[in-house]
């Protein structure tokens, strides 16, 4: 029995797809992909405009729960993959080069 391959990509704004106008960004043309290609392999795009290393905590637990239906996705014949493709918008400057959206300590 092949298993059921789901990616699931968690970043900001280019994973999310902004300023792609043509193919809506790298994670839906990967979705696009397996799509026209392999019918075992999904992929769900997590991607936040803004979104830092900081939001991505708060927020990966519940996402993943409510995409993974079980604490042993293997017994039920699928394999998870996790891309973090985050941390652009934590070097982010609020007013002064010593004041980044994250410390470096916290990213």
Request: proline share 2%.
């Amino acid at each position: 029995m092949s298993k059921t391959k789901v990616i699931f990509v968690f970043g900001a704004s280019v994973e999310w797809g902004a300023w792609d106008k043509e193919k809506g960004g790298w994670v839906e043309r990967l979705k696009t992909y397996f799509f026209n290609n392999d019918e075992s392999t999904f992929v769900y795009n997590l991607g936040i405009e803004s979104n830092t290393t900081k939001d991505l905590l708060k927020r990966f637990e519940q996402e993943l729960k409510q995409r993974v239906y079980s604490d042993e996705p293997e017994k039920y014949g699928y394999d998870p993959v996790i891309i973090f493709a985050i941390g652009k918008n934590d070097s982010v400057y609020k007013g002064a080069k010593d004041n980044a959206w994250v410390k470096t300590g916290q990213f």
